[in-house]
Protein backbone atom coordinates (compact mmCIF):
# COMPACT_ATOMS: atom_id res chain seq x y z
CA UNK A 1 0.00 0.00 0.00
CA UNK A 2 0.85 3.68 -0.85
CA UNK A 3 0.12 6.63 1.59
CA UNK A 4 0.97 10.53 1.38
CA UNK A 5 2.68 12.21 4.34
CA UNK A 6 3.28 15.98 4.17
CA UNK A 7 5.28 17.60 6.93
CA UNK A 8 4.23 21.88 7.53
CA UNK A 9 7.06 23.13 9.29
CA UNK A 10 7.85 27.14 10.23
CA UNK A 11 10.58 26.69 6.70
CA UNK A 12 9.76 23.78 4.95
CA UNK A 13 7.55 21.69 3.59
CA UNK A 14 7.41 18.15 2.58
CA UNK A 15 5.24 16.27 0.27
CA UNK A 16 6.18 12.43 -0.01
CA UNK A 17 4.42 9.64 -1.46
CA UNK A 18 5.51 5.87 -0.04
CA UNK A 19 5.19 2.82 2.19
CA UNK A 20 4.72 2.44 5.86
CA UNK A 21 8.49 1.04 5.71
CA UNK A 22 9.32 4.58 5.53
CA UNK A 23 10.51 4.16 1.09
CA UNK A 24 9.72 7.39 -1.11
CA UNK A 25 8.54 6.85 -4.30
CA UNK A 26 8.59 10.50 -4.91
CA UNK A 27 9.36 13.81 -2.90
CA UNK A 28 8.70 17.15 -2.97
CA UNK A 29 10.62 19.48 -1.16
CA UNK A 30 9.87 23.22 -0.51
CA UNK A 31 10.60 26.26 1.16
CA UNK A 32 7.84 27.84 3.42
CA UNK A 33 6.15 30.71 2.14
CA UNK A 34 6.27 32.52 5.77
CA UNK A 35 5.67 35.99 4.01
CA UNK A 36 1.73 35.01 2.52
CA UNK A 37 0.93 32.75 5.56
CA UNK A 38 -0.93 29.70 5.79
CA UNK A 39 -2.86 30.73 2.81
CA UNK A 40 0.75 30.56 0.73
CA UNK A 41 1.41 27.06 2.15
CA UNK A 42 -1.55 25.51 0.86
CA UNK A 43 -1.31 26.68 -2.33
CA UNK A 44 2.26 25.26 -2.55
CA UNK A 45 0.35 22.11 -0.72
CA UNK A 46 -2.92 22.36 -3.26
CA UNK A 47 -0.14 22.33 -6.48
CA UNK A 48 1.40 19.58 -5.88
CA UNK A 49 -1.02 17.12 -4.26
CA UNK A 50 -3.22 16.09 -7.11
CA UNK A 51 -0.10 14.76 -8.98
CA UNK A 52 1.16 12.50 -6.65
CA UNK A 53 -2.41 10.84 -6.24
CA UNK A 54 -2.73 10.83 -10.05
CA UNK A 55 0.83 8.75 -10.12
CA UNK A 56 0.82 6.58 -6.69
CA UNK A 57 -2.87 6.44 -5.88
CA UNK A 58 -2.49 6.24 -2.17
CA UNK A 59 -4.55 4.81 0.33
CA UNK A 60 -4.67 7.52 3.20
CA UNK A 61 -2.92 10.51 3.79
CA UNK A 62 -0.40 11.13 7.12
CA UNK A 63 0.12 15.09 8.39
CA UNK A 64 2.98 16.48 10.88
CA UNK A 65 1.78 19.60 11.16
CA UNK A 66 4.46 22.26 13.18
CA UNK A 67 2.18 23.40 15.98
CA UNK A 68 -0.82 21.99 18.63
CA UNK A 69 -3.67 20.31 17.03
CA UNK A 70 -6.86 18.47 17.27
CA UNK A 71 -5.28 15.14 16.43
CA UNK A 72 -9.20 13.53 16.19
CA UNK A 73 -10.55 16.26 13.79
CA UNK A 74 -7.44 17.35 11.72
CA UNK A 75 -8.56 20.82 13.46
CA UNK A 76 -5.16 23.39 14.10
CA UNK A 77 -4.89 25.75 17.07
CA UNK A 78 -2.50 27.77 15.82
CA UNK A 79 1.11 28.18 14.30
CA UNK A 80 3.50 29.63 16.47
CA UNK A 81 5.88 30.60 13.74
CA UNK A 82 3.46 31.04 10.72
CA UNK A 83 0.32 33.56 10.72
CA UNK A 84 -3.16 32.22 9.03
CA UNK A 85 -3.00 28.91 10.73
CA UNK A 86 -5.46 29.70 13.56
CA UNK A 87 -8.66 27.47 14.09
CA UNK A 88 -7.99 26.41 10.61
CA UNK A 89 -9.66 22.96 9.63
CA UNK A 90 -6.53 21.53 7.72
CA UNK A 91 -8.27 17.31 7.99
CA UNK A 92 -11.21 18.33 6.45
CA UNK A 93 -9.13 20.72 3.77
CA UNK A 94 -7.08 18.02 2.52
CA UNK A 95 -9.79 15.67 2.61
CA UNK A 96 -11.49 17.97 0.42
CA UNK A 97 -8.79 18.06 -2.34
CA UNK A 98 -7.54 14.61 -2.01
CA UNK A 99 -10.68 12.70 -1.52
CA UNK A 100 -8.91 10.58 0.58
CA UNK A 101 -8.90 9.60 4.37
CA UNK A 102 -6.39 12.07 6.27
CA UNK A 103 -5.06 11.73 9.87
CA UNK A 104 -3.18 15.20 11.16
CA UNK A 105 -0.72 15.34 14.45
CA UNK A 106 1.70 17.50 15.39
CA UNK A 107 5.10 17.53 13.50
CA UNK A 108 6.97 16.15 17.18
CA UNK A 109 4.75 13.73 17.27
CA UNK A 110 4.87 12.74 13.89
CA UNK A 111 8.71 12.68 14.11
CA UNK A 112 8.39 10.68 17.44
CA UNK A 113 6.36 8.09 15.81
CA UNK A 114 8.84 7.77 12.75
CA UNK A 115 12.42 7.36 14.78
CA UNK A 116 10.03 5.16 17.06
CA UNK A 117 9.28 2.42 14.12
CA UNK A 118 12.26 3.37 11.68
CA UNK A 119 14.69 5.09 12.94
CA UNK A 120 16.94 5.63 16.35
CA UNK A 121 13.77 4.27 18.58
CA UNK A 122 13.30 0.59 16.74
CA UNK A 123 13.46 -1.85 19.27
CA UNK A 124 12.81 0.13 22.25
CA UNK A 125 9.41 0.35 23.55
CA UNK A 126 9.33 3.87 25.52
CA UNK A 127 10.94 6.53 23.11
CA UNK A 128 11.29 10.62 23.50
CA UNK A 129 11.63 12.46 21.13
CA UNK A 130 12.76 16.37 21.08
CA UNK A 131 12.94 18.70 18.11
CA UNK A 132 15.18 21.52 17.89
CA UNK A 133 14.34 23.48 14.77
CA UNK A 134 12.75 26.73 14.39
CA UNK A 135 10.85 25.65 17.39
CA UNK A 136 11.19 22.71 20.18
CA UNK A 137 9.09 20.33 20.12
CA UNK A 138 8.48 16.91 21.80
CA UNK A 139 6.91 14.00 21.24
CA UNK A 140 6.35 10.34 23.33
CA UNK A 141 5.69 6.76 21.69
CA UNK A 142 4.89 3.60 24.06
CA UNK A 143 4.30 0.43 22.64
CA UNK A 144 4.36 1.36 19.18
CA UNK A 145 1.74 4.14 19.75
CA UNK A 146 1.30 8.06 20.24
CA UNK A 147 1.15 8.78 23.55
CA UNK A 148 -1.85 11.70 23.66
CA UNK A 149 -2.53 13.82 26.40
CA UNK A 150 -5.27 16.09 27.01
CA UNK A 151 -6.15 18.21 23.82
CA UNK A 152 -5.10 20.56 22.29
CA UNK A 153 -1.33 19.98 23.66
CA UNK A 154 0.96 16.99 24.25
CA UNK A 155 4.61 16.48 25.26
CA UNK A 156 5.27 20.16 24.08
CA UNK A 157 8.59 20.30 25.91
CA UNK A 158 10.07 23.24 24.09
CA UNK A 159 7.48 25.44 26.87
CA UNK A 160 8.59 24.12 29.85
CA UNK A 161 10.26 26.89 31.94
CA UNK A 162 14.02 26.74 32.97
CA UNK A 163 13.56 29.06 35.80
CA UNK A 164 10.67 31.31 37.85
CA UNK A 165 11.06 34.31 35.96
CA UNK A 166 9.41 32.83 32.26
CA UNK A 167 12.41 31.86 30.38
CA UNK A 168 10.87 28.59 27.98
CA UNK A 169 13.40 25.90 26.66
CA UNK A 170 12.46 27.31 23.42
CA UNK A 171 13.57 30.68 23.64
CA UNK A 172 17.48 29.33 24.61
CA UNK A 173 17.34 26.00 22.46
CA UNK A 174 15.21 26.63 19.55
CA UNK A 175 17.99 27.19 16.13
CA UNK A 176 17.29 30.58 15.55
CA UNK A 177 17.80 31.17 19.43
CA UNK A 178 21.11 29.22 19.47
CA UNK A 179 22.27 31.74 16.21
CA UNK A 180 21.21 34.40 18.34
CA UNK A 181 23.59 33.45 21.06
CA UNK A 182 26.35 33.14 18.73
CA UNK A 183 26.21 35.86 17.29
CA UNK A 184 25.84 38.03 20.37
CA UNK A 185 29.47 35.57 22.02
CA UNK A 186 30.63 37.05 18.36
CA UNK A 187 30.21 40.57 18.77
CA UNK A 188 31.79 40.53 22.67
CA UNK A 189 34.78 42.55 23.52
CA UNK A 190 38.25 40.58 23.12
CA UNK A 191 36.49 37.55 21.93
CA UNK A 192 39.68 35.44 21.22
CA UNK A 193 39.16 34.89 17.11
CA UNK A 194 39.00 30.97 16.41
CA UNK A 195 37.59 28.58 14.24
CA UNK A 196 33.48 29.80 15.33
CA UNK A 197 34.03 33.69 14.74
CA UNK A 198 35.85 33.10 11.32
CA UNK A 199 33.02 30.83 10.15
CA UNK A 200 30.53 33.48 11.63
CA UNK A 201 32.08 36.91 10.34
CA UNK A 202 33.07 35.44 6.79
CA UNK A 203 29.15 34.21 6.27
CA UNK A 204 26.56 36.58 4.83
CA UNK A 205 23.47 37.51 5.26
CA UNK A 206 23.43 36.54 8.72
CA UNK A 207 21.10 33.35 10.28
CA UNK A 208 21.98 30.01 10.51
CA UNK A 209 24.75 30.48 12.62
CA UNK A 210 24.64 27.26 14.76
CA UNK A 211 25.52 25.44 11.42
CA UNK A 212 28.85 26.08 11.97
CA UNK A 213 29.04 24.76 15.48
CA UNK A 214 29.51 21.48 15.33
CA UNK A 215 32.70 21.87 12.90
CA UNK A 216 34.41 24.35 15.37
CA UNK A 217 33.41 22.29 18.53
CA UNK A 218 35.27 18.99 17.27
CA UNK A 219 37.95 21.78 16.15
CA UNK A 220 38.15 22.27 20.26
CA UNK A 221 36.98 25.87 19.84
CA UNK A 222 36.71 26.95 22.71
CA UNK A 223 33.41 29.55 22.39
CA UNK A 224 32.15 26.82 20.37
CA UNK A 225 32.49 24.19 23.36
CA UNK A 226 31.13 26.96 25.71
CA UNK A 227 28.11 27.03 23.97
CA UNK A 228 27.54 23.80 23.54
CA UNK A 229 27.77 23.56 27.30
CA UNK A 230 25.55 25.85 27.99
CA UNK A 231 22.73 24.44 25.12
CA UNK A 232 23.05 21.24 26.29
CA UNK A 233 22.53 21.88 29.71
CA UNK A 234 19.51 23.37 29.01
CA UNK A 235 18.33 20.21 27.23
CA UNK A 236 19.44 18.23 29.87
CA UNK A 237 17.39 20.41 32.57
CA UNK A 238 14.14 20.46 30.39
CA UNK A 239 14.61 16.70 29.50
CA UNK A 240 15.16 15.55 33.41
CA UNK A 241 11.61 16.61 33.36
CA UNK A 242 10.17 14.12 30.79
CA UNK A 243 12.53 11.72 32.34
CA UNK A 244 11.15 11.57 35.59
CA UNK A 245 7.77 11.98 34.56
CA UNK A 246 7.31 9.11 31.37
CA UNK A 247 11.04 7.06 32.41
CA UNK A 248 11.59 6.69 28.30
CA UNK A 249 14.39 4.08 27.31
CA UNK A 250 15.68 6.20 24.92
CA UNK A 251 15.90 10.11 24.08
CA UNK A 252 15.69 11.11 20.19
CA UNK A 253 17.21 14.45 19.11
CA UNK A 254 16.51 16.02 16.15
CA UNK A 255 15.81 18.99 13.99
CA UNK A 256 18.08 21.25 12.53
CA UNK A 257 19.82 21.78 15.26
CA UNK A 258 20.95 18.27 15.69
CA UNK A 259 22.93 18.19 12.75
CA UNK A 260 25.24 19.59 14.87
CA UNK A 261 25.89 15.87 15.65
CA UNK A 262 27.84 13.79 17.91
CA UNK A 263 29.13 16.77 20.27
CA UNK A 264 25.89 17.76 21.20
CA UNK A 265 24.80 14.69 21.33
CA UNK A 266 27.53 13.66 24.03
CA UNK A 267 27.00 16.80 25.90
CA UNK A 268 23.19 16.21 26.32
CA UNK A 269 23.97 12.68 27.72
CA UNK A 270 26.70 14.70 29.94
CA UNK A 271 24.06 16.99 31.29
CA UNK A 272 20.84 15.26 31.93
CA UNK A 273 22.10 12.43 34.90
CA UNK A 274 22.78 15.68 36.76
CA UNK A 275 19.19 16.79 37.14
CA UNK A 276 17.98 13.22 37.52
CA UNK A 277 17.15 11.81 40.88
CA UNK A 278 19.87 9.09 41.90
CA UNK A 279 17.44 6.14 42.23
CA UNK A 280 16.52 6.94 37.72
CA UNK A 281 20.45 7.49 36.63
CA UNK A 282 21.61 7.19 34.53
CA UNK A 283 19.19 7.77 32.94
CA UNK A 284 17.74 6.77 29.18
CA UNK A 285 20.05 6.68 26.15
CA UNK A 286 20.84 9.55 24.27
CA UNK A 287 20.87 9.48 20.11
CA UNK A 288 20.82 11.32 16.91
CA UNK A 289 18.06 11.11 14.61
CA UNK A 290 18.04 7.94 12.60
CA UNK A 291 15.86 9.38 9.91
CA UNK A 292 17.66 12.57 9.73
CA UNK A 293 15.18 15.24 8.02
CA UNK A 294 12.98 12.39 7.30
CA UNK A 295 11.19 12.04 10.65
CA UNK A 296 8.46 14.28 10.06
CA UNK A 297 7.72 13.13 6.03
CA UNK A 298 8.91 8.75 6.74
CA UNK A 299 6.47 9.16 10.43
CA UNK A 300 3.54 10.77 8.30
CA UNK A 301 3.79 7.92 6.09
CA UNK A 302 3.62 5.38 9.00
CA UNK A 303 1.06 7.47 10.98
CA UNK A 304 -1.59 7.27 7.72
CA UNK A 305 -0.97 3.03 7.41
CA UNK A 306 -1.62 2.76 11.13
CA UNK A 307 -4.78 4.91 10.78
CA UNK A 308 -6.09 3.08 8.08
CA UNK A 309 -5.10 -0.66 9.70
CA UNK A 310 -6.82 0.29 13.14
CA UNK A 311 -9.85 1.67 10.43
CA UNK A 312 -9.50 -1.38 8.81
CA UNK A 313 -9.89 -3.76 11.77
Keep these: MTYLGIEIGGTKIQVVAGDRNGTFLERHRLAADRERGGAGIREQI ?3 LPGLI ?8 GIGFGGPVDHETGLICCSHQVAGWHDFPLGDWVRGLSRLPVVVENDANVAALGEALLG ?3 GYRHVFWINMGSGVGGGMVVDGRLYHGAKPGEAEIGHIRLDKSGILLEQRCSG ?43 AGDPLA ?21 FHPDIVVVGGGLSLVGEPLREAMARALPKYVMDS ?32 SA
Design 46 to 48: ASV
Design 54 to 61: ARHRPGAI
Design 120 to 122: AGK
Design 176 to 218: WAVDGRIRAAVKEPGVAEGPLVRAVRAQSPAGGEARHLGAAAR
Design 225 to 245: LSILEEVADDLGFALSHAVQL
Design 280 to 311: FRPGPLVALAGLGEDSVPAGALALADGWLSRA
